[in-house]
């Protein structure tokens, strides 16, 4: 288990449509200024460092074969060359589901290259290395979309989208699969299908190691707090230049 655990429950605040700014600003024409961490006081990035990774809106498969559609999990990454402490930052929840909620201060900063994890069960196939739980946490099945704002509410990162049809991941009545984050090299933003691909663990034999509980390893596939599967997509998506 990670050195941070967080419980977030009772956090979720229910927005009406028209009452919060979802709109998306598009690319910004000038550098946002990056705010130090004193005192443990939320700090900010870069757009675009701070990723939403990943989406696990299919549910989980316990290994004998229980579909639960509400164990669901969102995780962050930090890409950022500095820590960056995400206390008080805004995710929004779009698609099937409209509403949003503030993270819990957080005594650490996420350092570069580290994950955050927020799910729905503590004792689910996500919950048990989790660095925050949402027990209202839903995510769509036909169309979802995850936008992360810093305490500023400035968009620091978005996966998915509110109209379209869910871009990767599926449940197949045998396994869930989760949407990750492709390494895209040019134009990676998350509101596009191009930087998504269904997690692939098990196709390449790469499942072992994977952050979910016991009970669940058969047919949950994701990779909550970790490294997302081998992107074996082509240089479309690889970033490699063969």
Known sequence: MRARWYTAMGLLVATGVGCVDTTDPGTSEEQVLYRWE???EPTTGERGNMLVNEIGWAGSVSDDGVYDPDDVFIELLNKNPRPVNVSRW????????EFSFRLPEMAEPILPNEFVVIA?????????????????LRLG???VYVGLRDADRRLMDSGGS??????AGSYDLVTTRSMERTQVLFGNR???DRAWTANIDDVMGTGGDREIAEGWRQHTMASPGAANSADYSGSTTSG???
């Open 38 to 40: 004193t005192d443990n």
């Open 90 to 97: 805004n995710v929004e929840i779009g698609g099937d589901y």
């Open 120 to 136: 729905a069960k503590p004792d689910g196939a996500f919950g048990q290395d989790a660095d925050i739980i949402v027990e209202e």
């Open 141 to 143: 099945k036909r169309a």
């Open 162 to 167: 509110r109209e379209e049809h869910i871009f």
């Open 190 to 192: 998350g509101n596009q």
């Open 240 to 242: 490699g230049f063969e």
